[in-house]
């Protein structure tokens, strides 16, 4: 008889890259196994860089603006220099956090000196970037997306105690996706996104495939022609 090979695993919903489904935050809202397969599936994608705006040069060292946060006035600029984000399209924030993993503090932005108190929640000693609520409100009202994403643990911002970001989201039945990886690779726009979570029936959320479709010309910084061959990228 060959060989069989197999392995178990077990882990929390909110793992790793994963979808929050809007149940996570919103009793009344789509739980994962009812978000349509066309929110989903084929989905224009947009990314905006705050990296600049997180991360900053002084005297030769990297220095990190504290729980920084993206506002409405933020997704206004890059509209200008873009276009307008289309109406159900996925919006990912690269913030440059993805660099830190690997390592748990420095992932969720904790400091040497910090106290750390497991049970303590939300968190007052963790440090990352995120949605403000003037950002979360324009993106669900004003320009009616399907999905948000970022490469942090949470698009809300570290320091926070209302979860903003999360609440308008799924108030709208928009979901999230957390910890996305190689946000660098994509241009501002001109892709599309596939996000393929596991299937748990009732489920707050999920680990997930994203995977970027985009022209093989598109990279950030190069142009973009809608009759050039395509490849994907995972996120």
Known sequence: MKQMASRSFCTSEHTSTHIDA?????KNGRKLH??????????????????????????GKLVVRQNYVVTRQDIMEWEAKNGKIPHGAVVLLYTGWGMRWGDNNAYLGIAENATVDINEFPPTYTNYPGYDLSAAKFLAEERQIRGAGIDTISIDPGN????WAHRIFTSRNIYMLEMVANLHVLPPRGFSLYMLPFKIDGGTAAPTRVIAKLPCK???GLPVNDN???HEEEL
């Open 22 to 26: 809007p149940y996570h935050f919103n």
């Open 160 to 163: 926070t105690k209302e979860f």
């Open 218 to 220: 598109g990279r950030k």
């Open 34 to 59: 009812e978000i349509p397969f066309e929110d989903l599936l084929n989905v224009p994608g947009v990314m905006i860089d705050i990296f600049d705006k997180v991360n900053k040069i002084r005297d």
């Open 228 to 230: 050039e061959s395509v």
